[in-house]
């Protein structure tokens, strides 16, 4: 940026201040604009989920009722204190993200009742319909989405892949759409290198994601009840550590698969599950892009993956994962077997190749570089493109080429920025 030109003012506007998804994609888009944008972050009381931002010297106001509840007083208190803080704090660049939010204040501006004097880009960290959804909550939601597309004024919508981009184009019109300004901001991990502290008499499944019912953890107990007795399941997130959930987990298996299971409550720092897991495991009925499947390929594990929506896109990149249903779980907990001896047998060569892929597609440097481009986009002034890294690799080593198939490479992606509007047929083939 210029040196006679301020740098401009970006408001993140997120919901829970537990640790979860939102609240580390914030840290990320902190870490890649800090020194290219003065920056606020707006969100309900933090609870872990914003520990970073202090560090980084980045200003967080707190307005409570931002956190997801169907409760109508609720919801009044936390958009009225929304909309007082952002008319206070006057910016360049409003940034939303919570699901709830990014709703409601869509809503208000197709209303008009709320009209920003700056650009507002909303994020769909997952879309609020599909497979996997309530099909009341499905149809209500897809239909919602259709009318905003055609009613709301311009917008800078993000999607964090072309598929969920392609769909939204399919569901509410293309020709509808394409009014708006399409951005897709893939996610990023950022771990850093971990050391690896495994058992080698036990094999840890980790699942990391606040407990209801997206993540599914019910699946993941039964499916450890038809793993050998070696396996253990690593429960971290929001909710994990309730009694209620517990009890309720109890109910569904015999007490000698309970035991098996650690309830580990809110984990600020991944890399503690992490270090001690043999592979990730991910049991839910929707997503997006969950960071905690990107952030064990950084680490170098094998993925174990319910056949949601989206879950191909990341097997497809894997050297070492696979898809379940949940038909069968006997069958596939033999898959999941047979892939974990598969890993200990090939363990270096083939933590060099998730970890490569990655570092090729969703490290923080790739991150930073397009959200950079986004923001450069949306407010149409120059932003540096250099700044300087905020993690360091100890060595960054040769890897080979490896995956399913001996005949493919490892995929480099093109650049993941675009202001173009990506079709519905090309959408759902991503």
């Keep these: 940026m210029a040196a006679s030109e301020p740098l401009p003012h970006v408001i993140l506007v997120g919901g829970d201040g537990r640790p979860s998804g939102v609240p580390r994609h914030i840290l990320h888009l902190v870490s890649a604009l800090k020194d290219q944008a003065v920056i606020t972050v707006i969100s309900d009381r933090d609870q872990g989920g914003y520990s970073g931002l202090d560090q980084a010297g980045v200003r967080h106001l707190i307005v409570r009722g931002l956190t997801n509840r169907l409760s109508p007083v609720h919801l009044w208190h936390g958009v ?4 007082n803080a952002l008319s206070r704090n006057p910016a360049d660049l409003i940034w939303i993200h919570a699901r709830l939010l990014v709703l409601i204040c869509r809503i208000l501006m197709a209303l008009r009742i709320w009209r920003p004097d700056c650009p507002v880009v909303f994020t769909h960290h997952g879309l609020p319909y599909g497979r996997g959804y309530h099909p009341v909550v499905h149809a209500i939601c897809r239909w919602l989405e259709k009318v905003l597309v055609a009613t709301c004024p311009t917008q800078n919508l993000v999607f964090l892949n072309h598929r969920m981009a392609g769909w939204m184009a ?56 038809h793993l050998p007795e070696n396996f253990r399941l690593l429960l971290c997130g929001p909710g994990t550590d309730d009694r209620d959930f517990q009890t309720h987990i109890a109910s569904i298996v015999a007490p000698d698969i309970f035991d098996r299971i650690a309830f580990v409550g809110p ?21 997006g892009t969950p960071i905690g499947a990107l952030e064990a390929f950084e680490a170098g594990l094998p993925i174990i993956l319910r056949n949601f929506d989206g879950a191909t896109d990341l ?42 892929v990655w570092l090729e597609t969703w490290s923080p440097d790739i991150f930073a570089r397009n959200a950079r481009a986004l923001v450069c986009s949306v407010l149409n002034r120059p932003i540096a493109r250099e700044v300087k890294p905020d993690y360091i690799h100890d060595v960054l080593v040769q890897h080979p080429d490896h ?28």
Excluded: W
Aim: hydrophobic share 35%; net charge positive; proline share 7%.
């Design 403 to 430: 995956c399913k198939n001996a005949d493919d490479r490892v995929p480099v992606p093109p650049p993941y920025y675009t202001n173009a509007l990506p079709s519905a047929e090309n959408g759902s083939r991503q």
């Design 80 to 83: 009225s204190g929304l909309m």
């Design 267 to 287: 984990v600020p720092d991944a890399r503690i599950p992490l270090s001690k897991a043999d592979a990730f495991l991910l049991t839910s009925r929707y997503e």
């Design 170 to 225: 399919r569901d509410a019109k293309a020709t509808r759409l394409a009014r708006h300004r399409v951005h897709i901001l893939p996610n990023c991990s950022d771990l850093r290198p971990l050391t690896r502290q495994r058992n080698p008499m036990t094999k840890i499944l980790v699942m990391t994601g606040r407990t209801g019912r997206q993540k599914d953890y019910d699946v993941a107990a039964q499916l450890l009840s």
């Design 315 to 356: 097997i497809s990149k894997h050297p070492c994962g696979v898809l379940f249903s949940t038909r069968d779980l006997a069958k596939e907990a033999e898959r999941i077997v047979d892939l974990l001896d598969h890993f200990e047998a090939n363990e270096e060569l083939l933590s060099k190749a998730i970890r490569h």
